[in-house]
C-alpha cells in the first residue's frame, strides 16, 4: 500500500500561484511514477501532470502546460505541483495518484490516491 497526503489547499486570484505537495507513505517512493490529476465541479476527472520514478520525465495536459510544474523529490518522498498564471478554469480537487506505470494517469486512472486538495481561483 501507497498512503498520499495531499497539502496545498488554497484560494487564490487569477494570475496567481499556488504550489501542491504530496507527501507518500508505505512502499518504495522511488518505484512509482507519479500524477495529478482534477476533477472541476459537474465534470469527469482529467489528467493534469504525472512524473517518471527518476523525475527525468515529465507530461502534461495541454491546458496547462507551460503553467504547471510537476517535480518530485525522491529523498522526501513527495511530489509537488507548481501551479502558475492560474486561471478559474484551474478551480478544481486535485489528487495526487501513484501507478507503476506513467501513462495510467492519461487514461484518468492510478492504483493509489490522495484525499484530494481543493484549489479555487477567483476572477
Known amino acids: 500500500q501507497v498512503q498520499l497526503v495531499e497539502s496545498g489547499v488554497g484560494l487564490v486570484q487569477a494570475g496567481g500561484s499556488l504550489r501542491l505537495s504530496c507527501a507518500a507513505s508505505?512502499?518504495?517512493?522511488?518505484?512509482?511514477?507519479m500524477g495529478w490529476l482534477r476533477r472541476a465541479p459537474g465534470k469527469e476527472r482529467e489528467f493534469v501532470a504525472a512524473?517518471?520514478?527518476?523525475?527525468?520525465?515529465?507530461y502534461y495536459a495541454d491546458s496547462v502546460n507551460s503553467r504547471f510544474t510537476i517535480s518530485r523529490d525522491n529523498a522526501k518522498n513527495t511530489v509537488y505541483l507548481q501551479m502558475n498564471s492560474l486561471k478559474p478554469e484551474d478551480t478544481a480537487v486535485y489528487y495526487c495518484?501513484?501507478?507503476?506505470?506513467?501513462?495510467?494517469?492519461?487514461?484518468?486512472?492510478?492504483?493509489?490516491w490522495g484525499q484530494g486538495t481543493q484549489v479555487t481561483v477567483s476572477s
Open positions: 512524473i517518471s520514478r527518476s523525475g527525468e520525465a515529465t
Open positions: 495518484s501513484a501507478d507503476n506505470n506513467r501513462w495510467a494517469f492519461m487514461r484518468g486512472e492510478a492504483e493509489y
Open positions: 508505505g512502499r518504495t517512493f522511488s518505484n512509482y511514477a
